[in-house]
């Protein structure tokens, strides 16, 4: 079997430079050639045989669970350019401003054919830095979408103060402290830093992100703990940019630990993206298990689970177990509690 | 081992089969090559989707990403049936009196024998299209069921509901059964009591391990075969309750190898089956013999077809091995 193609999921609002983007990523000379699934054809101003216009199709699994979709158009589409493999060297899928990118996803862990032969690279949400407060305020796809993201282009940086883009990513943070976030004026990024980077793979969000790695960082898992409960009326000028993600329930929660027991860690798992799976919109991580030479990498969208020994653990590295969460409603107690009861 | 003539296209092989007396090959990149004294190469599509072959076996219809519905003979003359635009024709069929039947994301099809098109239009896409026997109606394929169109009629169709996404659609040749592909690993089916309103028993067929993507009716419609398993899933239609309550013949099982592709001969009770790992059976489903036509190849089988005596079978694979095998 050949290698399976890296796909780069694109989200992001109508006006928030995914056109441009994409135009960009077409028509610059990088020696790569992208198939692109869009969802109008008009947007590009480019003919090209490898834009595949699409309609997100969105199939419900048939075991009745609300979390459980699929991209039917996608399945279609995917398997019929696999036809040509030798076409392109990788695939970007465009969504819409409303899309829900959890389907998107999901259908490259729930189909087995798209699985065989295609392989998430990164989900990234275009964000224009002007108008993100306001539509964190009036729609919850918008905050999906960051939540969800593994790259953040903040882009019409140009557009706003200093002050405001401050704003801004500390918002971002809110939803979602381990996305890359990367500040752009017109689309404008060296595509290097976006495609084919493994960004889907756990092991470079994790391992990039510096704030992982601050002992200290426990705090990052929710923004309401630095010793009160935030409330509307809370106006203190150190988490003032709160103000509009309170109104959404998504919180990430950061969890690390030593060495953990395998079977007692996968029933876990299970058990609670089977439970609470719904609210659950993205899971990554890289565990120690007790008497296993390898880290293990596990990843998950709502009830999905997947994870694989990923490479031995080096002899200078801390045998450490570190797993985020971020999603709607989390019981931050409940998965310390739970997840530290898994240690071998 | 039987003789088999090998070609090597290293293009995707859609379909593999005989048109007339010739070999014919239809390639992902939109080209057909027919064998013959002299061969036949032509490049009908800018990248072909979906072929079948034409009731009476003298017609390749072809769809493609060009938006084309093509017809060619084994001449390699080529007759325009439909132009689409930029629309990928991924899903095509050809029913009795030169009906073709095709798809194109929510839209689909019927052309009759003297150029009249009629066009059904739906909420969510077409993902399978089959005539009944007669031709006097078209199955569609769609999320949450099939609708069972009349061809010649301006009548409403009738909707067979199950939920989830049915990707494929076959009636039986009685006209008394019809089953589709699921999205899920199963086929559904559902018996026709009264073709009038659609009434009739549902037929749940599941246990297997991937999506079933290949499933041929044996001579007289007796058996259902199916891929989708480490054999061929074979389900008895004799009874009028088709196969509910009896369980499958499993043919042809190869520990670990999946079945992709199975093909009934045409006239006796044997199915041909291609592997994952190329390799091709024959297999007597009465008695369970087996013949093995081909050991292995580079590249899962895409395509198998009988010809009309059912004394060859042609074979393709997804990397471009193909060939045909003479029985
Ligand atoms: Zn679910
Ligand atoms: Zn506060």
């Not at chain 2, 009685?174 to 549902?202: S, Y």
Request: aromatic residues 6%; negative net charge; hydrophobic residues 40%.
């Amino acid at each position: 079997m050949t290698q399976p193609i890296p796909v780069t999921v694109l989200t992001g609002y109508l006006g928030s430079g995914k056109t441009t983007l994409l135009n960009r990523i077409l028509s610059q000379s990088h020696g790569k050639k992208y198939a692109v699934i869009v969802n109008e054809f008009g947007e590009i101003g480019i003919d090209n045989d490898l834009i595949v216009s699409s309609d997100e199709e969105i199939y419900e699994m048939n075991n009745g669970c609300v979390c459980c979709t699929v991209r039917g158009d996608l399945i279609r589409v995917i398997s019929n350019l696999m036809k040509r493999r030798g076409r392109f060297d990788a695939i970007i899928v465009e969504t819409t401003g409303l899309a829900d990118p959890a389907p998107v996803a999901q259908t490259f862990f729930m189909d087995d054919d798209v699985r065989a032969w295609a392989k998430l690279d990164a989900v990234i949400a275009l964000v224009d830095a002007k108008h993100l407060m306001l539509r964190l305020k009036d729609a919850p796809e918008a905050e999906d979408q960051i939540a969800f993201a593994d790259v953040i282009l903040l882009n019409k940086i140009d557009l706003v103060s200093d002050d405001e883009r401050g704003k801004v990513e500390a918002a971002i943070r809110v939803l979602n402290p381990h996305a890359v976030i990367y500040p752009t004026k017109q689309a404008d990024i060296d595509l290097g830093l976006i495609l084919d980077r493994g960004a889907f793979d756990l092991d470079r969000i994790l391992a990039d992100d510096p704030k992982f790695l601050e002992p200290e960082s426990d705090h990052h898992h929710h923004e309401h703990n630095h010793g009160h409960d935030c409330g509307p009326d809370c106006d203190h000028p150190d988490h003032e940019y709160t103000t509009s993600p309170h109104d959404s329930e998504i919180t990430s929660v950061s969890l690390r630990g030593t060495e953990m027991n395998s079977d007692m860690f996968f029933q876990w798992i299970n058990k609670i993206t089977q439970i609470d799976g719904p609210d659950i919109l993205r899971l990554k991580g890289i565990i120690a298990f007790a008497d296993d030479p390898d880290r293990y990498v596990v990843q998950g969208i709502h009830m999905i689970v997947e994870g694989d020994h990923q490479r031995p653990w080096k002899d200078n590295e801390k045998r450490e177990s570190r797993l985020v969460f971020i999603g709607r409603n989390l019981d931050h107690e409940k998965l310390t509690r739970t997840f530290a009861a898994c240690h071998a | 081992m039987p003789e088999i003539n090998n070609s090597n296209f290293e293009v995707f092989v859609e379909y593999a089969g005989f048109l007339g007396d010739l070999p014919i090959f239809a390639l992902a990149d939109g080209t057909v090559q027919i064998l013959a004294t002299d061969n036949i190469s032509i490049m009908p599509h800018n990248g072909l989707l979906s072929a079948c072959l034409s009731l009476d076996g003298n017609k390749l219809i072809t769809g493609g990403e060009d938006g084309l519905v093509l017809a060619i003979n084994p001449h390699g003359e080529i007759h325009q049936i439909a132009d689409l635009g930029d629309q990928w024709v991924d899903k095509i069929a050809a029913g009795p009196q030169g009906l073709v039947g095709f798809a194109s994301g929510r839209s689909a099809f019927v052309v009759d024998g003297n150029s009249e098109q009629k066009g059904f239009t739906h909420a969510r896409t077409i993902e399978g299209i089959c005539f009944a026997p007669k031709g006097k109606r078209m199955a569609l394929a769609r999320y949450n069921g099939v609708s069972l169109h009349w061809t010649g009629l301006d009548a409403a169709p009738v909707e067979l509901e199950w939920a989830g996404s049915h990707t494929g659609v076959t009636i039986s040749p009685n006209g008394k059964f019809i089953v589709t592909t699921m999205q899920e690993n199963a086929l559904h089916g559902w018996r026709l009591d009264n073709p009038a309103t659609g009434d009739g028993k549902h037929m749940r067929m599941t246990g297997y391990p991937t999506k079933v993507k290949s499933i041929s009716w044996s001579a007289k419609g007796k058996w259902l075969a199916s891929s989708g398993a480490p054999a061929a899933i074979v389900w008895p239609f004799t009874s009028k309750d088709g196969p509910m309550g009896k369980t499958p013949k499993e043919l042809g099982s190869m520990g670990d190898n999946l079945v992709t592709v199975v093909c009934c001969h045409p006239s006796q009770q044997v199915v041909a089956i291609g592997y994952d790992n190329g390799m091709v059976l024959a297999v007597r489903i009465d008695d369970e013999k087996e013949a093995v036509l081909r050991k292995t190849g580079k590249a899962p089988v895409n395509s198998l077809n009988w010809d009309k005596k059912g004394v060859r079978l042609a074979f393709g694979s997804e990397e471009g091995e193909a060939g045909v095998i003479e029985i």
